[in-house]
């Protein structure tokens, strides 16, 4: 059996109700083969960036999980298409959205993954949250970079 790494996922959400979405996404993902939700973070309403439509609710979660990146990229993927996720074309409204963010120490690139992930440091969505559950993970200079953009933590 392989040794648990700790995940970051980011989750993200416009369409239907996204709430209720991100809430169902952290339980399928505590639910998966060898992992377990360690960490959540509240849910924040952010504006979209280089999109259109309504605002988003975005969110991190931390995952000890057993899976490799890979195999945890496939059920993640499975769960938004579960959920209703298409992508008709990039950055389109969703009704899910779950990214790998980090995966332990590891960076990997691939056609399918890159982790960290490739933009995440430059997103308030991303960092705030993360902030939240690992402040250690985001230094204070990363959160001054990206406080120019809309975000607000909901109750």
Do not use: C
């Not at 991100?22 to 639910?31: E, N, Y």
């Not at 999980?65 to 074309?89: D, S």
């Not at 409204?93 to 960076?107: F, M, V």
């Not at 902030?131 to 953009?149: D, N, W």
């Amino acid at each position: 059996m392989r040794e648990p790494v700790t995940a970051y996922i980011g989750l993200g959400a416009n369409l239907g109700e996204p709430a209720a979405a991100l809430a169902l996404a952290v339980h399928h993902v505590g639910s998966l083969p060898g992992s377990k939700v360690t960490a959540q973070s509240s849910f924040y309403l952010t504006a979209p960036i280089n999109s259109v439509g309504p605002d988003y609710i975005n969110a991190v979660i931390a995952v000890q999980t057993t899976l490799t990146a890979p195999a945890l990229l496939v059920f993640l993927q499975g769960i938004e298409v579960a959920a209703g996720r298409q992508r008709p074309y990039r950055n389109a409204p969703r009704t899910l959205d779950l990214d790998i963010l980090l995966y332990g120490h590891a960076s990997l690139s691939s056609s399918t993954l890159s982790v960290p992930h490739p933009r995440m440091w430059q997103r308030s969505f991303v960092l705030l949250p993360l902030a939240e559950i690992a402040p250690a993970l985001v230094s204070p200079t990363q959160l001054r970079t990206v406080m120019v953009q809309s975000i607000t933590k909901l109750a």
